[in-house]
């Protein structure tokens, strides 16, 4: 049940993919691939309640962790994906103390939180005793808390320093279009990239995990130097694309 707790120990690099599809058996494929991880996206992915408990389920016999990002404000369903077996929450738009604190009461149990009690698949899908489950929950599940606002900016340090809020996560693009204030979104560009080197020295000051959202290598490359340890990277049609394009391009007569 500690995989991500383990996998990111001794400043372990941990690479999620992230994925929108609803599919079971793409799910177990991913799984398959060499990305440390699984990101269920419910926020701008298409993930419902029902996929991501069958998802997660689909997913435990790989042993890589599994990791719901919830839709924003849907600590109940934070609450629930635990429950259903998943490693780790990622809650977008924690713009303020309160959000976070929130965020925590509804993922750790007492007396961090008020999670209320009943692991039902979680202890079957992670092959954990109940009691060793709920004794350990708190310490080795991981819960992020996107930072993507101006208004979160602002607030980092107190929601970094929170009890039960053990890592931050960047969403560059929200970032960029809240601190430009342009829909346009320009991830990592020159207006905000202080500002996520800032976010992962504000987690390590904590002792917590900094992670983040990437779509190129360059991005993955440049996090990981600032000293990110939990990073995204591409979703399901750049895996698809690329895997699918590298292989054609392989043939002599194309
Ligand atoms: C962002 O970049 O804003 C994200 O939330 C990544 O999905
Ligand atoms: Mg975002």
Known sequence: MNRLKNLLAGDGTVLTAWTSIQDTLYHSALTATNFDAVTLDMQHGMQTEDSVIRGIAAMAPSGKP???RIPVGRFDFASRSLDAG??????????????AKRLVEFTKYIPLGNRSYGPTQAVGVLKADRDEYVSNANDVTRVFAMIETRQAVENMEAIVALDGIDGVFCGPADLSISVRNNPLPDPYGADTVEIVRDMAQAARAHDKTAAAFCSSAEHVELVHEMGYRLISFGF??????????TLLSQLSFR
């Open 66 to 68: 599994v990791i719901v």
């Open 236 to 245: 399901d049609s750049m895996y698809l694309g690329t895997g699918a394009n």
């Open 86 to 99: 998943a490693n780790a929450i990622i809650a977008p738009m924690i713009n303020t103390l309160d959000d």
